[in-house]
């Protein structure tokens, strides 16, 4: 009996020792974990700055290309204008050609008659 005893005893003492030796390499681990955590935190922080400064940027340039785009759709409708303009008086001008052409040919006639 004595020695069942003793025996009981042995085991707990040596699941009580695993149990402490697994519990500090556990607390280790973690305190390595926090480590890295910590580590990877501040970077995380200095992307996220790096990310906000580069949005601003991006904005502000964003702006930018839409104010201009704004000036070219403007220019882009008075260049329409122009060539609506400079269509309608080159018809105009052809027409005019056209019908000048038959009195042209009537006073070469009448020259040569002379």
């Given amino acids: 009996m004595l020695s069942e005893k003793r025996r009981v005893l042995e085991e707990s003492k040596e699941r009580y020792e695993n149990g402490l030796i697994k519990l500090k390499e556990t607390a280790e681990q973690v305190e390595e974990i926090e480590k890295i955590v910590k580590v990877k935190g501040v970077e995380a922080e200095k992307k996220k700055n790096d990310a906000e400064k580069f949005a601003a940027i991006v904005g502000v340039e964003k702006e930018k290309v ?10 882009a ?5 122009i ?3 400079v269509t309608f008086k080159k018809e105009s001008t052809e027409a005019d050609l056209l019908a000048a052409i038959p009195l042209v040919e009537e006073a070469k006639r009448s020259l040569q008659g002379i």
Avoid: G, T
């Avoid at 839409?66 to 220019?75: M, Q, S, T």
């Avoid at 409708?77 to 204008?81: D, E, G, I, L, V």
């Fill in 83 to 85: 060539k609506s303009d």
């Fill in 77 to 81: 409708a008075k260049c329409a204008q």
């Fill in 66 to 75: 839409e104010a201009e785009n704004e000036k070219a759709n403007i220019e």
